[in-house]
């Protein structure tokens, strides 16, 4: 099974449509700028994208279920390194990453990813920081900020 690296951030970022609603809860402006680029890029009407304070949402069937067949076969895509795996784990930091570079919460499957990609944790924790943000710096938003505000030459 093959995804587009922008379905793959989605599958991060979203993690599970409700039905046919794609929506993120999010105060950073870049985040929300990716978030409408990928959906108008995914044939999703910009006047359909609805802006709510913190709130960006749409709906469509057709992309909701390509977010949730990556998230079904979450523990295939992850089990090895690939383009695809790094850009939902940018899309998972983007969503639930910590400036301590640490992550709110992960799942079983998220803590295997993460170490097939050698990304060492404790807890929630990532212990190997430098590494980790050098692997989604291209994809994650978050990441950028925070290399930036820690002046990590990456």
Do not use: Q, W
């Amino acid at each position: 099974m093959k995804f587009k690296n922008d379905i793959c951030y989605l599958a991060g970022l979203v993690r599970m449509p409700k039905k046919a609603k794609i929506e993120i809860k999010n105060n950073n402006e870049e985040i929300t700028a990716k978030f409408i680029n990928i959906a108008i890029n995914n044939g999703i009407d910009p006047k359909k994208i609805i802006v709510e304070d913190n709130k960006v949402y749409f709906y469509n069937y057709r992309l909701a279920n390509k977010i949730k067949r990556f998230l079904k076969n979450k523990r295939v895509m992850l089990s090895k390194p690939s383009p695809c795996s790094i850009a939902y784990f940018a899309g998972l930091f983007d969503s639930l990453g910590k400036d301590d570079i640490s992550f709110s919460s992960l799942d079983t499957i998220d803590k295997i990813g993460l170490s097939n990609l050698n990304i060492h944790l404790a807890d929630s924790r990532i212990i190997n920081k430098k590494f980790f943000l050098t692997i989604i710096l291209s994809d994650s938003i978050k990441a950028k900020e925070i290399s930036k505000k820690l002046n990590l030459k990456i």
